[in-house]
Structure formats: structure tokens, C-alpha cells
């Protein structure tokens, strides 16, 4: 009897060896990844000015500042005289998004007496007529009643016209007023940096 029960206890663990072996063989699985990458490129933007809508450069500083060609009456202002200086802005040729650029103003530094004060401004979008004979107009995108003062500053668009194509030129017409007698000193010799502010889209 007792023989009999040894026989049975070990076919029962042989079984259970059987039934251990098997349950490993049930955990084993396939595996297997799947990557994914991007890869990001940052654009370009860079505003670049010019006078004469011909020759562009890029003038990021105020004392690298494009010297504009005002009528040659800005040499010898009388009191009420206006002279007028083209200006054009446009995205250069490694641009690659559109953008705005909104005027800053500008700051006026007095050589000589204090006429800074005594001159008036106002920035055209020129959409027609010719801005140096005094006959540009369009819409008007800064005023200032003293060269350091500065109201209505409007924001145009940049065209950047994709990399490898320079973009749609902005033409400004820059028109600048000598004050009233007994404001404009004579001999008075005054400087003016405009800035303007260009953002990406």
C-alpha cells in the first residue's frame, strides 16, 4: 500500500514538473520598438533698408543708420521749409517668413541750438506720386510734432517672398518741416535716427 502511494506521489510531482515546464514555455513572447524622429529647421528673418530702392543693406544700429537723401533744402531750412527723403524696407533674400516692421521713432540729437524741438515729421507709405518732388501719397504711418515725438504708429506688411528671392520692397516717403519763425533757430544743426522694429509672423 504504502508502495503504491510513493507511485502515485510521484507521477503527482512528475505532473506537476510536467505543468511547471509548460507555464514558462506560455510566458515567452515576441518583442518588438517602432522610433519616430523630427527634425526641426528654425527660418530666417532680416530687414534690410535702402535710399534709393536699388542698393539694399542691412543697418541694425544706430550709428551704422542708412543716411537718407533729403531734397537738398534740408541743407538750408528757412522757417516753414519741407524737405523729403525716399525709404524703402523690405525682408532680405534668406528670409524665410513674412513679418511686419512698425516705426519706433526717432531720437534727435541737437548739434547746434535746439531745433530739434522746432521740426515736424510725418512717414507716408508711398502708393503713388514721387516723394522727393513732394508729391507721394498714401496712408500715413507716423507723425511727430517734434523730431522726438512720435503718434499714430501703424505696422506694415513684409513679404518675404520665400529664400533665395529678396522681399517686397515697403516704399516710405519721409517728409520734415521747419518750424515757424521764432522757433527754427538759424544756424541750428540737428541729427535724427528714425528706427523701425520688424517681427516675424
Given at each position: ?51 534709393d530702392g536699388v542698393a539694399y543693406a542691412e543697418h541694425d544700429t544706430a550709428g551704422g ?137
Amino acid at each position: 500500500m504504502s508502495q503504491k502511494k510513493n507511485t502515485k506521489g510521484r507521477a503527482l510531482l512528475a505532473g506537476g514538473l510536467v505543468l511547471g515546464v509548460g507555464a514558462a514555455v506560455t510566458l515567452a513572447a515576441w518583442t518588438d520598438s517602432e522610433f519616430a524622429e523630427g527634425l526641426f529647421t528654425a527660418g530666417s528673418f532680416n530687414l534690410e533698408g535702402s535710399d534709393d530702392g536699388v542698393a539694399y543693406a542691412e543697418h541694425d544700429t544706430a550709428g551704422g543708420a542708412l543716411q537718407l537723401s533729403f531734397s537738398g533744402l534740408v541743407d538750408n531750412l528757412t522757417p516753414g521749409d519741407t524737405a523729403y527723403a525716399a525709404h524703402w524696407l523690405r525682408l532680405d533674400a534668406a528670409s524665410t517668413t513674412d513679418g511686419t516692421v512698425t516705426p519706433a521713432g526717432a531720437v534727435a540729437t541737437d548739434v547746434t541750438g535746439t531745433n530739434a524741438d522746432a521740426v515736424s515729421y510725418t512717414i507716408t507709405e508711398v502708393t503713388g506720386g514721387d516723394c522727393e518732388a513732394g508729391t507721394a501719397t498714401g496712408p500715413v504711418v507716423a507723425t511727430g510734432a517734434t523730431l522726438n515725438d512720435q503718434t499714430g504708429a501703424t505696422a506694415l506688411d513684409l513679404v518675404s517672398n520665400g529664400a533665395g528671392t529678396a522681399g517686397t520692397a515697403v516704399p516710405l516717403c519721409f517728409e520734415v518741416t521747419a518750424g515757424a519763425e521764432g522757433e527754427f533757430e538759424q544756424g541750428g544743426e540737428t541729427s535724427a535716427v528714425w528706427q523701425f522694429t520688424a517681427e516675424s509672423e
